[in-house]
């Protein structure tokens, strides 16, 4: 189980600084990730699978006489969903109307006869 452990100690110098980090380093279980926060830098956070987060606390205290235990909490892991691809679409093409073929239109006009004899 990974585990978020946040202890505020008191760290005067670099010297006792460095001290912080040994003892974290020695303590048991894995430990992932170590970092200061807060204003002062005065805070320890440790983040690990199966570290004692009161042992090492009692380790701190026994060092530099004063550390206090703020914080265990348990680390959940995001999971990432897989991206999907995203779907191309083809743009559709616009749609025109049919234009028909244009014909000239064709007028039959004839004349009248008038006159009834057709040999002239």
């Not at 807060?38 to 320890?44: A, I, Q, S, T």
């Not at 616009?94 to 009834?116: A, K, N, Q, R, W």
Request: proline share 7%; aromatic share 6%; net charge positive.
């Amino acid at each position: 189980m990974k585990q978020k452990i946040v202890i505020k100690a008191q760290v005067r110098c670099k010297k006792c600084w460095s001290t912080v980090m040994k003892i974290v380093a020695l303590a048991e279980g894995e430990i992932f990730s170590v970092a200061w926060e807060g204003e002062k830098k005065d805070k320890v956070v440790v983040i690990g699978d199966g570290v004692d987060a009161a042992t090492l606390t009692t380790n701190l205290r026994k060092k530099l006489g004063c550390a206090e235990l703020l914080l265990v909490q348990e680390v959940k892991e995001k999971k990432e969903e897989p991206q999907k691809p995203e779907k191309v679409t083809e743009p559709t093409p616009p749609s025109y109307p049919f234009l028909y073929p244009m014909y000239g239109s064709v007028v039959v006009y004839e004349d009248p006869c008038t006159s009834t004899c057709n040999i002239m």
